[in-house]
């Protein structure tokens, strides 16, 4: 559900860019810096999912590493081996969540100088709202619950 949130998002951002990009001239003229502008707000808007997408998949490799490694086969290496698994996983996945964000917003991907510096502004920012974010998509998880919850009236 997480993923097909951002991939709505930054579709729906790149498919309205065309029409924010007259817009956006007014204020900025540098049709890179647009796009910088228009994929930093997607990645603004996606990234309490995104969080929720790493906790998710940090939860998902520890049960993962727990009921793959068997003690029995990897004996004294039983920890580290899972402790391994435990961490690589959610790594691998998110750079195959960042493949899937930049197919799918390839129409204001920024170039490559600005992506990075970017992606290096949204680590940060990431880490100093990481409890907002959590917060936010709990609150958000909780009110689609009651909706699907909620009776029609008869």
């Known amino acids: 559900m997480n993923l097909a949130l951002v991939s709505a998002i930054f579709i729906g951002v790149s498919y309205g860019a065309r029409y924010a990009a007259p817009w956006l001239a007014h204020w900025i003229v540098d049709e890179r810096v647009q796009r910088v502008v228009l994929w930093s707000a997607a990645l603004m808007l996606a990234m309490p999912f995104l969080v929720a997408v790493w906790r998710k998949t940090q939860s998902l490799a520890r049960l993962l590493a727990e009921v793959?490694?068997?003690?029995?086969?990897?004996?004294?290496?039983?920890?580290?081996?899972?402790?391994?698994?435990?961490?690589?996983?959610?790594?691998?996945?998110?750079?195959?969540?960042?493949?899937?964000?930049?197919?799918?917003?390839?129409?204001?991907?920024?170039?490559?100088?600005?992506?990075?510096?970017?992606?290096?502004?949204?680590?940060?920012?990431?880490?100093?709202?990481?409890?907002?974010?959590?917060?936010?998509?709990?609150?958000?998880?909780?009110?689609?619950?009651?909706?699907?919850?909620?009776?029609?009236?008869?």
């Open 68 to 154: 793959s490694v068997h003690p029995e086969k990897a004996g004294r290496f039983t920890r580290a081996i899972r402790h391994v698994i435990a961490e690589l996983l959610p790594v691998v996945s998110m750079f195959g969540v960042f493949l899937l964000v930049a197919a799918l917003s390839g129409t204001i991907l920024p170039p490559t100088g600005f992506l990075i510096g970017v992606l290096v502004c949204a680590a940060a920012l990431t880490m100093l709202l990481w409890r907002w974010c959590v917060k936010i998509h709990a609150s958000m998880q909780i009110a689609l619950r009651e909706t699907f919850d909620e009776r029609p009236d008869a």
